[in-house]
């Protein structure tokens, strides 16, 4: 027999073979106690059948399977008149039934055994059928203990037979009656329960089956939905994963409703995931085209004063006019390809550096080179009076930060503007009265490549970020310290704090 694939069959297979199992171990209980009940019957009649025979084998006519005159003073009184068969006191059987076994076994060696079997006869009275040698020898052979026992005997049948000496001695008399109504019994009920069975059996499947499939309908849905959701093409684009189990079956107290709340939340996370890798597709693109963007312009410059000074080879003002542009632009393009070397590194997570950095000092050097290049604007620096504030990280990325930061704030603010420098605990906060960033570039502001139009358009040297990495490595860096970086800015009011972890006491 092929296995079963279908969850539905199993169960109904499971159900009807519990049903046939428990209505077979319930027939089997009952055939046993019916049987049990009409062989104590039978055993109390067959004692009563040999309680008779030693009745007449006590008698003074006694004469073993004849047919013996009435004996003095008729049947005993305790012998029930039910017991009697008709023309009682004159009958071979002396009260026995038809069918009733009797045997005599006289225990002087003398005298040969004889037994018979009442037989109805033709004229209403019945008649017997001696027993055969075989037969008298299976009954001599019984322990006479009075005890009913089951014997096939040949010629007769199965019969339940008692044996016992009788209480005055010189016999040992035996008595038995027939099985076959009792087996008739016993096998019409077993046929009777055999059929019950079976069409319970059938009928516990077709039950089964419309029960199972109507409590299996929700998993079906269930698995509609998963259905459905691999059927859409995950593979790229952006991804419309709307589809969601149905609430009705999303209960936690049912088995389906777990699975169902197992699947929402599963195809939650896959939307979340592919939303991500969505966002993270055009990331790169925008990414590629704002590095391929930035690369370009210098050489196109790089390109075009290369050209100028191989055209004018013998003015050395224009030949060094064009070694100094293309030196600037191989500077430039340098600082953005060692940007971008050092996020990607960032981003594979490799470790830095870590030793205790005197932050109070790494402050104040970036302050002071921010007045020289710019002093224009008015640079303050705040410090801790009590201790000089020291981190544990890389001394020359946390430099790199505080550079990017104050760069920003000089490059982004116009001339006289106030930048604050303070001092935390933990890190440190860049704050200044500029315009502010964008409120469109606000959420963006730590993205790669994330830049205004101003600062697309405003003029001035190169510096670090200006390629619009330098807050992506302020965070990047930060990050990877296992510190983060906050931005709040609205016009007149900026500041960037910046939050280290393993600070020095």
Known sequence: ???????????????????????????????????????????????????????????QFFV????????????????????????????????????????????????DPAGCVLTPGEDGRPGTRA?????????????????????????????????????????????????????????????????LILLGGAVAGLAGLLV???????????????????ELPLAQGEIDLTERVPAHLTDERTEVGRVGSALNTLLAHVESSL???????????????????????????????????????????????????VEEESGRMTSLVEDLLLLARLDAGRPLESAPVDLTRLLLEAVSDARVLSPDHHWRLELPEEAPAEVDGDEQRLHQVVTNLLTNARKYTPAGSTVTVTALPDGFRVHDDGPGFAPELLDHAFERFARGD???????????????????????????????????????????????PGAVD
């Open 1 to 59: 027999m092929g296995r079963l694939a279908s969850l539905t069959s199993r169960l109904v297979v499971t159900a009807v073979a519990l049903v046939l199992l428990v209505s077979l171990l319930i027939g089997t209980v009952a055939t046993l106690a019916v049987r049990s009940y009409l062989l104590g019957q039978v055993d109390d009649d067959v004692r009563a059948a040999l309680q008779r025979a030693e009745y007449v084998a006590a008698s």
């Open 64 to 111: 073993p399977c004849s047919t013996p005159a009435p004996p003095a003073g008729g049947v005993p009184d305790d012998l029930d008149d039910r017991d009697r068969g008709p023309g009682d006191g004159d009958d071979p059987g002396r009260g026995q039934s038809v069918g009733t076994l009797t045997a005599f076994f006289e225990q002087d060696a003398g005298t």
């Open 275 to 325: 939303e991500a890798r969505h966002r993270s597709e055009l990331q790169v693109r925008q990414f590629v085209a704002d590095a391929s963007h930035e690369l370009r312009t210098p050489l196109a410059t790089i390109a075009g004063y290369t050209e100028l000074a191989r055209r004018r080879p013998d003015d050395a003002t224009a030949v060094a006019t064009a070694l100094a542009k």
């Open 454 to 500: 101003t600062a697309r358009t405003r003029g001035g040297a190169a510096a670090p970020g200006g390629a619009g990495l330098g807050l992506a490595l302020v965070e990047a860096i930060v990050t990877a310290h296992g510190g983060r970086v906050t931005l709040v800015s609205r016009p007149g009011d900026t500041a960037v704090e910046v939050t280290l």
């Open 131 to 195: 027993l055969s040698t075989a037969a008298l020898d299976l009954l001599a052979d019984l322990p006479a203990d009075g005890r009913p026992r089951e014997v096939d005997l040949p010629g007769v049948g199965s019969y339940r037979v008692a044996v016992r000496e009788t209480a005055t001695g010189g016999y040992i008399v035996a008595a038995g009656l027939p099985t076959d109504d009792l087996d008739g019994v016993v096998s019409t009920l077993v046929t009777t329960e055999v059929v």
């Open 212 to 230: 199972v499939r109507r409590q299996l309908r929700p998993l079906r849905e269930v698995a509609d939905t998963a259905h459905t959701v691999a």
